[in-house]
Nanobody
Framework: QVQLVESGGGLVQPGGSLRLSCAAS????????MGWYRQAPGRSRELVAS???????DYADAVKGRFTISRDNAKNMLYLQMNSLKPDDTAVYYC?????????WGQGTQVTVSS
C-alpha cells in the first residue's frame, strides 16, 4: 500500500503560480501511473492531470496549457506546477492513481486563488 502526503498549497492572487508536491511512501512508486485531483466546495472530485510511468502526461481541458505534472521516481515524489491561476482553480488538491484501485486518500492541500 502507498501512503500519500500532499503539500505546497496556499493563498495566491489570480495570475500567480504554485507548485504542489506529493510524497509517496510504502511501495514502489515508479510502477504506478499517478494523477492530481481537485475538489472545490460543493463539487465532486475531478482528475485534472495524470502522468504515466513512461512520463507521458494528460490534462483536463480546464488546466491544459497552465498546469504541468511531473514525477521524480528516485525520490518517490509527484509534482504539479500551476501557472496563470484563476479563482476557479480554488480547491483542495489530492494525488492518487488516475484509474484502477485507488490508494487511500491523503489529507490534500488547499489552494485558494483570490485577490
Amino acid at each position: 500500500q502507498v501512503q500519500l502526503v500532499e503539500s505546497g498549497g496556499g493563498l495566491v492572487q489570480p495570475g500567480g503560480s504554485l507548485r504542489l508536491s506529493c510524497a509517496a511512501s510504502g511501495s514502489v512508486f515508479s510502477v504506478y501511473h499517478m494523477g492530481w485531483y481537485r475538489q472545490a466546495p460543493g463539487r465532486s472530485r475531478e482528475l485534472v492531470a495524470s502522468i504515466r510511468t513512461s512520463g507521458g502526461a494528460d490534462y483536463a481541458d480546464a488546466v491544459k496549457g497552465r498546469f504541468t505534472i511531473s514525477r521524480d521516481n528516485a525520490k518517490n515524489m509527484l509534482y504539479l506546477q500551476m501557472n496563470s491561476l484563476k479563482p476557479d482553480d480554488t480547491a483542495v488538491y489530492y494525488c492518487n492513481r488516475p484509474h484502477g484501485t485507488l490508494f487511500s486518500w491523503g489529507q490534500g492541500t488547499q489552494v485558494t486563488v483570490s485577490s
